[in-house]
């Protein structure tokens, strides 16, 4: 039986940097799959309306939770209407792959192509959200907030693309419950282990922040059109 202690330390060196490129390589292989597909797709009005009526159709699975057009209708469930459609793509092939963990979710992405994830993506992307009140002091003080620790990352309307998500009217209960979520993990190294999303870059802005500081974010961003 092959164990590692039998090729010594340069061999697992060599082994586990083989095991590094070729996982990191299967993760390239769907960004590169996605990246070519969308650009077919939205080039040719034919093909993106028959993703879109196709993802229209898929939609009943998800509008219990997400509602038909996206706008969400349970608490702590994301809104998905005018959500980047790379950034979709990329978290149902999160869930399918168990990187992000939530039970009905994974067993919904696990059935699905990648065709099938930009259908969603496609016609999710495409619906209006609509932005929700908020405390108007309070997204003053978010707004000024998300424009020193935010933006560079999310951009300065708050739309997102395929790596940072559009914030720009989300859900402020999940706005709330995601980024407490991120701050648990940055500062409480067991629970992170069970964590069921994982992201260096946010636990290192979300770590230090105070509640009511993740208040006033989640007032002005999803107050925000
Ligand atoms: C039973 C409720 C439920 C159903 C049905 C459901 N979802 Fe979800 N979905 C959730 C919850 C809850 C989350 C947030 C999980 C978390 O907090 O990380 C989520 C998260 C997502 C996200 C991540 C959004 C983001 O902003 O990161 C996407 C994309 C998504 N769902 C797509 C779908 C699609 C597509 C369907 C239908 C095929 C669907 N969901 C069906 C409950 C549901
Ligand atoms: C250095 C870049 C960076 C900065 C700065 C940053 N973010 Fe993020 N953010 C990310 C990344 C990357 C993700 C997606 C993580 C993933 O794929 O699971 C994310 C995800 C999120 C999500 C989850 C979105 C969703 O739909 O599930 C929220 C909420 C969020 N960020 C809020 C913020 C807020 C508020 C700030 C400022 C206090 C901030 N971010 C600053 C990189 C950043």
Request: positive net charge; glycine residues 8%; contains cysteine.
């Amino acid at each position: 039986m092959f164990k590692l202690n039998d090729i010594g330390i340069a061999g697992r060196y060599v082994f586990f940097c083989l095991l590094f490129v070729c996982t990191s390589a299967w993760a390239d292989d769907d960004s590169d799959w996605l990246i070519a597909r969308y650009g077919v797709i939205s080039n040719d009005p034919g093909a993106f309306n028959r993703a879109y009526e196709t993802g229209r159709e898929r939609a009943t699975l998800c509008s219990y939770c997400h509602g038909i057009d996206g706008n969400s209708v349970k608490e702590g469930v994301p809104n998905l209407a005018a959500q980047n459609p790379l950034y979709l793509w990329t978290q149902i092939n999160h869930f399918a792959s168990g990187e992000r963990k939530n039970f009905v979710m994974q067993a919904l992405a696990k059935g699905f192509s990648h065709e099938d994830k930009l259908n969603l993506a496609i016609y999710f992307s495409a619906n209006k959200v609509r932005v929700q009140k908020a405390d108007l002091g309070r997204a003053k003080k978010g707004g000024i907030l998300y424009g020193r620790n935010c933006a560079g990352c999310h951009g300065n309307l708050a739309d997102g693309n395929q790596k940072f998500a559009r914030l720009a009217g989300q859900k402020q209960a999940y706005l709330e419950k995601t980024l407490k979520m991120f701050r648990m993990n940055a500062n409480t190294p067991n629970s992170a282990a069970k964590a069921v999303r994982r992201s260096k870059k946010m636990e290192a802005v979300a770590g230090s922040l105070t509640d009511e500081e993740i208040v006033n974010l989640a007032a002005f961003l999803s107050s925000k059109s």
